[in-house]
């Protein structure tokens, strides 16, 4: 199968990937998606540069169609690499991301009708959250899962542990993560920050102990976050409207695919063997304990202090996401 041309890159101070629609398809394929996958790609120009299917990411005139009707096949390794059968974790990855794909869907689904008023009519676009009763309901129901089970462990874990413990869990899980945060690096197209994630990454694994201590902050190679919902971001894809995800909380369409595909793809979902299967679970939990702890000063503030906690919750959110996607336009390092 013939790979079309390169696309040229926006000119602008941060070279972006010249093949990322081709990367991200590649990179977004898991298990039977792989197996079934573009039997033919159709390049067809209209006389301008750029792409149609996603013009504010890759500007207008192009289209990529793409027909999903025999496996792909790729020269070399890289077909029965694709192929392969995944690990029983990118199986269960995969059935949680269909299940925040079909709740995105049902949410959507069940759309408010749009106020007639011009103030109410504002304020509808303002938040952005055409499936607000929906959303709403799935709040109400992780809130009551959040106090009932999470905030009480987190609560425990926080007034209980010892800080340099805390501490050391928390680095754990964050190197765990740097594979992926490097992943999106290179496909944001922010080699030097990929560069800094996969030093950080090398020298906690070995000289941080398998990553329970931070030595690369003190050597000059500080964090950052970095996901595939932020990618899609930084290559122009707005954030559309508001979605709650189960057990997850606020989000948006455009980080809510971001979700799904980071579940998919994460690197270490891929690594063999039974023990690397078992310290990759025991992340999972830890990582989500040490979130919750990091949060709850945090959200007790904006729910004692908000009329809506709701609403105040889903701005929070998006303020925090759009600040993510510009410092990844930015594509600085910054200094510890």
């Known amino acids: 199968m013939a790979i079309p041309a390169a696309i040229a890159p926006r000119k602008n101070s941060t070279q972006r990937l010249t093949r990322l629609p081709w990367m991200l398809a590649i990179v977004g394929m898991s298990g039977r998606m792989r197996s079934s996958i573009v039997n033919r790609a159709r390049l067809s120009d209209t006389g301008n540069s750029g792409w149609t299917g996603s ?12 027909w999903s009707r025999e496996r792909l096949r790729l020269p070399g390794r890289l077909g029965p690499a694709l192929n392969a059968r995944t690990s029983r974790r990118s199986r269960v990855s995969r059935a949680l991301a269909n299940g925040l794909a079909l709740t995105s869907t ?35 129901g992780n809130q009551f899962a959040d106090r009932n089970a999470l905030q009480p462990v987190a609560r ?142 945090a959200t007790d503030s904006l729910e004692h202090d908000s009329l809506d906690y709701y609403a105040a919750s889903r701005s929070a959110v998006a303020q925090q996401r759009a600040a993510l996607v510009a410092e990844g336009k930015a594509g600085l390092v910054k200094g510890p």
């Open 156 to 297: 425990g874990y926080e007034d209980h542990v010892p800080g340099g413990v805390r501490r050391s869990v928390h680095n754990f899980v964050s190197n765990l993560g740097q594979p992926a945060v490097a992943l999106n690096d290179v496909l944001q197209g922010n080699f030097s920050r990929a560069w800094n994630t996969t030093q950080r990454f090398a020298i906690n694994t070995t000289a941080g102990g398998a990553g329970l201590f931070d030595v690369a902050t003190a050597w000059n190679r500080p964090a950052h976050s970095a996901d595939f919902g932020q990618t899609l971001g930084v290559w122009g894809i707005g954030p559309g409207p508001s979605v709650q995800l189960p057990l997850l909380g606020p989000s948006n369409v455009r980080d809510s695919v971001g979700t799904v595909v980071g579940f998919v793809t994460n690197p270490t979902n891929y690594v063999p063997g039974g023990a690397a299967a078992a310290v990759g679970t025991a992340s999972v939990g830890l990582g989500v304990v040490d979130r919750r702890a990091d949060l709850l000063s």
């Open 106 to 140: 049902l949410s959507l689904l069940a759309c408010t009708h749009v106020p007639t008023d011009p103030e109410a009519r504002a304020e509808y676009k303002q938040n952005n959250d055409p499936a607000e009763p929906t959303n709403r309901a799935i709040f109400a």
């Open 55 to 66: 013009r504010s990411a890759f500007g207008g005139g192009r289209t990529l169609r793409f």
